[in-house]
């Protein structure tokens, strides 16, 4: 038995990935990793996200591909062919970015999954400063209400084809899980050394 090789017949996911990378390929995109960029897209339905070593301690495949997501229905079911949604990265803040985080706001409130489900990186500024009307302007800028409109017109595509079974099927999914493991939280302990976060499930 000593030249035995054990066979590797299975790759384990953790099951929010999987959740999440099932929703996306249900909705026509590859997710791939790059270590080159933080997420892109192409046009083609190549999604690239950043390796998870470079990834701050919070971030999940869930959340980033959700953002993704929520960028393709603010700016139109037509920018599925636009490199990166139709946004110019190496612009200035292009003001579509705040609708969709009250997209993602909105979407995420409906399953108790705001905190859970938030944005990464900058964004999260504005993120937490959206109140639970996520309709409501912070403040009283003509921005604020081009931003506010179009999130609107985001929340009501978001109801219709065909992100709606793909993504209500994800929320229910991720919700469920959430509810399953709370009661294990109390007495979750890191294996990490020195590691003082809280589990992100129990945002």
Same mark, same amino acid.
């Given at each position: 038995?000593?030249d ?12 929010? &990935?999987?959740?999440?990378? /099932? ?9 791939? @990793?790059?270590?080159a960029?933080?997420?892109? !897209?192409?046009? !083609? ?16 495949? /869930?959340q ?16 599925f062919?636009? @490199?990166?949604?139709?946004?110019a ?18 979407? !995420? ?8 489900l ?6 999260? &500024?504005?993120?937490?400063c959206?109140p639970?009307?996520?309709? /409501? ?11 506010? /409109? ?6 009501? @595509? ?11 099927a994800?929320?229910?999914? !991720? ?29």
């Open positions: 038995m000593s035995y090789v054990r066979p590797v017949l299975a790759r384990y996911r953790d099951p929010l &990935d999987l959740v999440w990378l /099932a929703t996306a390929r249900r909705l026509g995109l590859r997710v791939r @990793r790059n270590p960029i933080f997420s892109a !897209t192409d046009g !083609t339905g190549l999604l690239e996200l950043g390796p998870f070593d470079t990834l701050d301690a919070d971030d999940t495949t /869930a980033m591909i959700l953002h993704e997501l929520c960028h393709w229905i603010t700016n139109g079911l037509e920018t062919h636009d @490199r990166d949604w139709g946004f990265l190496d612009a200035e803040l292009d003001w579509r970015e705040h609708s969709c985080l009250r997209l993602q706001a909105g979407l !995420t409130e409906r399953y108790g999954l705001r905190g859970m938030a944005p990464t990186s900058q964004f999260r &500024d504005y993120y937490d959206i639970t009307d996520v309709l /409501a302007p912070i403040d009283d800028s003509e921005r604020e209400r081009d931003v506010c /409109a179009l999130a609107k017109v985001a929340l009501e @595509r978001a109801a219709g084809a065909p992100w709606v079974e793909p993504m209500t994800a929320f229910v999914a !991720t919700a469920h899980m959430r509810d399953a493991l709370a009661p294990l939280l109390a007495d979750h302990a890191s294996d990490l050394e020195d590691d003082v976060l809280p589990s992100l499930w129990a945002r």
